[in-house]
């Protein structure tokens, strides 16, 4: 089944087209990959303070270390070019500023900004997925996070259903509650196929009060029910709205338990619906407290392709909050991403590189990819592999040998020089620096290598002179007779 798909829905204004959605929810998780870790400058940006504080321009300059920092193109409003606070999508698809825009539509502008089509709708949809790539990229450059202004909110997302699609509603949330188990199994998958054709049915069955009662099905021992309830609750998290219900109909307990326990592709849809509801900030926390973390590893390691594609992009989402790193690394998550990377067909390199990128800036987490030596996979991979992973490799790498000689040594000797350089010249703007950065710590860990072998071959020809110099000869002194 393919419901999981549908939370790509998630970040486009209500009533739009399917495949327009899913088309950009598909590029915001490339984003997410993108992204990974990464300061990964669009040129052509404007420059940004280090210590710029909240609310501030995004148009300074300053020397960091040397460096010039860069804002990503994709993180600036197109209005006010400034880093976004809150970015919020519009009917076209296109991400601004909420302040900005919302100062555009009542101005009484009927268009997009930047594409000048004609809005067809002035729903705005917060873009989460963008806000915590915002707050990535400046935890990694030593920035804090711009704050969202206190006084945004979502607009309230109202469902146009009709009154007797509404008593449709209504007729299936009393066979939820009913006693007989076919009723309920019907009514599940009934209310899971309309929450996920469209926005309004989402809005209209949440506001009929059906996610407490799909929650309490997720303890159903009827594995029928428990997919079709969890997948349900899948589809109405793809409103923006639903997130909080959902959560705060303590759902996530049981959304884990089925993940543990339940059908695989009801452990499928359980990882999708954790993704779908971590992109609010606050719940990575929660989520991560939940105990979900381990069997997503689980399912990473042993579900379906699918499932392992579902698990992955839960997981990566749920490090990007500090606090879980740990957590993910102490399930022993590095060991099955370093088997996701050697094992047959590759499909899963992507994903793997991704999260390893995030987990090695986390101490438990640099340890782990080091002691399940990583170093050959990460020499091969900045060698042979594609232009996103050869950087987020780079990026490991460059984590491990901070402070690390013996990781040095072991790169050098299995020739990671040449492919550095390679990198540092045709590489993605963040692969370029990475390779710099490694080509220069290389650089002077080999000129130590000389200076100490030139010492070590002058101390070895000192001692050999000694002991081939000839003794003098004893010579007694004359006794007086």
């Not at 399917?18 to 993108?34: G, Q």
């Not at 296109?94 to 729903?123: A, D």
């Amino acid at each position: 089944m393919q419901e999981s798909l549908a939370l790509h829905e998630m970040v486009s204004a209500s009533g739009g087209d399917p495949e327009e959605t899913f088309e950009k929810m598909s590029n915001l998780l490339k984003e997410i990959k993108d992204f990974v870790q990464t300061e990964n400058p669009k040129l052509n940006a404007h420059t940004i303070e280090k210590n710029l504080p909240p609310g501030g321009s995004g148009q300074a300059t300053t020397d960091i270390n040397h460096k010039t920092l860069v804002i990503p193109d994709d993180f600036r409003c197109p209005i006010s070019l400034e880093l976004m606070k809150d970015p919020v999508i519009v009917s076209t698809g296109q991400t601004y500023e909420r302040s900005c825009i919302e100062k555009w539509l009542e101005q009484g502008h009927g268009t997009c900004p930047k594409t000048q089509q004609k809005l067809s709708s002035t729903v705005l949809t917060p873009n989460y997925v963008l806000r915590s790539l915002i707050a990535q990229w400046c935890e990694a450059n030593g920035i804090e996070p711009p704050k969202r202004p206190s006084s945004s909110r979502p607009s309230k997302t109202t469902s146009a259903c009709t009154p007797a699609e509404r008593t449709k509603i209504q007729i299936l949330l009393c066979k939820l509650t009913s006693s007989n188990p076919e009723d309920q199994r019907m009514a599940a998958g009934e209310i899971r196929l309309l929450a996920k054709r469209n926005a309004d049915n989402r809005v209209a069955i949440a506001e009929a009060g059906a996610i407490p009662l799909l929650v309490s099905l997720l303890s159903t021992p009827d594995s029928r029910t428990q997919e079709h309830a969890v997948t349900a609750l899948l589809n109405l998290s793809i409103c923006e709205e639903n997130k909080g219900s959902i959560i705060s109909s303590g759902a996530v307990p049981g959304i884990v338990q089925v993940l543990k326990k339940g059908s695989m592709e009801a452990r499928e849809n359980s990882a999708a619906t954790l993704f779908s509801l971590s992109v609010v900030d606050e719940n990575k926390v929660t989520i991560g407290a939940s105990g979900a973390i381990p069997p997503l590893v689980t399912l990473l390691s042993e579900g379906t392709q699918r499932g392992k594609k579902d698990a992955a992009t839960a997981l990566f989402n749920l490090c990007i909050y500090q606090g879980n790193k740990g957590k993910a690394v102490r399930a022993g998550v590095v060991p099955t991403l370093m088997r996701l990377l050697t094992e047959p067909g590759g499909g899963m390199v992507d994903e793997a590189m991704a999260i390893l990128a995030v987990l090695a800036s986390h101490p438990e987490g640099k340890s782990a990819i080091g002691a399940a030596d990583a170093v050959p996979v990460l020499v091969d991979v900045i060698g042979s592999g594609s232009p996103r992973n050869r950087e987020n490799a780079a990026a490991v790498l460059v984590h491990l040998c901070a402070g690390d000689q013996q990781h040095l040594a072991e790169a050098q000797e299995l020739g990671v020089m040449g492919p550095l350089v390679d990198l540092a010249q045709n590489g993605t703007d963040r692969g370029k620096r990475k390779a710099a950065q490694l080509l220069e710590r290389m650089s002077r860990f080999i000129e130590q290598q000389k200076l100490a072998q030139a010492q070590a071959d002058a101390q070895s020809h000192l001692s050999q002179s000694q002991t081939q110099q000839p003794q003098p000869q004893s010579v007694a002194n004359p006794v007086d007779s």
